[in-house]
Nanobody, 120 residues
Framework: QVQLVESGGGLVQPGGSLRLSCAASGFAFSSSPMSWYRQAPGKERELVAR????????KYADSVKGRSTISRDNAKNTVYLQMNSLKPEDTAVYYCNARTVVGFKEYEHWGQGTQVTVSS
């Protein structure tokens, strides 16, 4: 069974940094693009960053571009999100996302999420 487990969230002051981790299992991680999403209270879930299977292509939401870096270690089946210069607007639950394909069907998988709170 596909499992995604996020960690690394916490309470940080504005301007601080965090590195989020997502440990994956149960699928061909090295062949799968991975993404980070976030959802703040009362708001829709939004895409933060995504990375191609080999890590060569990375895309970011405008709101985090220049402050965040997505990376992956396929040997460890782990994807990371380094977040710097954090702002209160970054406060949200951050989710790891994976998409897998079996035949003609596509499946979407989510972790439980990790809370990031940016406050002084």
């Amino acid at each position: 069974q596909v499992q995604l487990v996020e960690s690394g969230g916490g309470l940080v002051q504005p301007g601080g940094s965090l590195r989020l981790s997502c440990a994956a299992s149960g699928f061909a991680f090295s062949s799968s693009p991975m993404s980070w999403y976030r959802q703040a209270p009362g708001k829709e879930r939004e895409l933060v960053a995504r990375i191609s299977s080999a890590g060569g292509i990375k895309k970011y939401a405008d709101s985090v571009k220049g402050r965040s870096t997505i990376s992956r270690d396929n040997a460890k089946n782990t994807v990371y999100l380094q977040m710097n210069s954090l702002k209160p607007e970054d406060t949200a639950v951050y989710y790891c996302n994976a998409r897998t394909v079996v035949g003609f069907k596509e499946y979407e998988h989510w972790g439980q999420g990790t809370q990031v709170t940016v406050s002084s």
